[in-house]
């Protein structure tokens, strides 16, 4: 669906359409500086929305995955 190639959905840093522990290692990653986000998954990975990858969108995202 065209539309559905815009949205972004939080949490969901590797744009695989589901937010788990994969996207953890991937901000991880991002946030250590060892992989680049595009824009859209940094987008989505700024959990607190301040336009900074941190430990506290990390600590977001899985609170995101522990409550479901």
Request: proline share 1%; aromatic share 2%; glycine share 10%.
């Amino acid at each position: 669906n065209y539309v559905d190639q815009f949205m972004v959905m939080s949490g969901d840093c590797n744009s695989d359409g589901a937010v788990n522990i994969l996207d953890v290692v991937a901000l991880a990653g991002a946030v250590l500086g060892n992989i680049e986000l595009t824009p859209s998954q940094s987008e989505a990975a700024d959990m607190d929305g301040n336009g900074l990858l941190n430990i506290l969108d990390i600590i977001a995202i899985v609170n995101l995955i522990l409550t479901g």
